[in-house]
């Protein structure tokens, strides 16, 4: 994995601040690990890309994820505190072979190129009946032909991709109740990613101005260097 710090991390914001999501995902996948190609690394299974993304994270910004909820019951603040490495563990794809008891068909774990496809449903069920229909190979109409084995084949996709999804439980400190959040990994690193650059890029701001420094030059210096000079300036 190549690190993306300074330079690097203004250029995976600027290619994928424009992008949808997966592809905005995908283009940081494909800066981290340049040796892997872009459709091979779209093709992976979820659970094993949630992986790679928690890796990159914490290269990036270390061991501690950080976020905030509302709690359902009484709407109290809920923090979130997790380690990425802990997320990572267990998040690979059950394995899908032939079930001959579910009328024969091979399925395969989702992978990113699926959740494109699904991205321009018109609704939340047409979306799932995508990705059923693409983790088996079929098309949508196809799909709809199988009658009541659709709804067996619906069951083992959920647990197919079960690792494919991070679930944090959380327990209010007011009212005591406890809930399950989903942990989008993909958007979080994302806006993490942007949050850094735009950080950055105001830290290159205020250097440049005061030194005539080049973007190039500024970004190349570690982030303790940068703030001594920083510090200096009194900002």
């Not at 693409?134 to 996709?157: V, Y």
Request: proline share 3%; charged share 25%; hydrophobic share 45%.
């Amino acid at each position: 994995m190549c690190a993306l710090g300074g330079q690097q991390l203004l250029t995976a914001w600027d290619r994928s601040r424009a992008l949808p999501e997966q592809e905005a995902v995908l283009s940081l996948l494909a800066l981290a690990w340049p040796e892997r190609s872009t459709d091979e690394l779209a093709r992976l299974p979820l659970g094993e890309r949630n992986v790679l993304l928690l890796e990159l994270r914490e290269a990036l910004f270390g061991s501690r994820m950080e976020g905030f909820a509302v709690c359902p019951e009484c709407g109290a603040e809920l923090e979130l505190t997790v380690d990425p490495r802990a997320l990572a563990r267990g998040l690979r794809p059950e394995p899908a072979e032939a079930q001959e008891d579910i009328v024969g068909y091979r399925m395969r774990p989702m992978n990113s190129l699926d959740l494109m496809a699904s991205g321009h449903a018109g609704s939340e069920e047409e979306a799932r009946g995508i990705l059923l229909a693409r983790s088996l190979g079929l098309e949508a109409h196809e799909l709809a032909q199988l009658g009541e084995s659709a709804d067996a084949l619906a069951k083992r996709f959920e647990r197919v991709n079960a690792s494919a999804e991070i679930r944090v439980r959380l327990q209010c400190a007011v009212c005591r109740n406890q809930t399950v959040l989903d942990l989008d990994v993909a958007r979080y690193l994302l806006r993490e990613v942007a949050a850094a650059a735009r950080q950055l890029m105001a830290e290159i701001h205020e250097l440049a101005s005061a030194y005539g420094w080049g973007e190039a030059a500024i970004a190349s210096m570690s982030a303790a260097r940068r703030a001594a000079y920083l510090e200096m300036l009194g900002v």
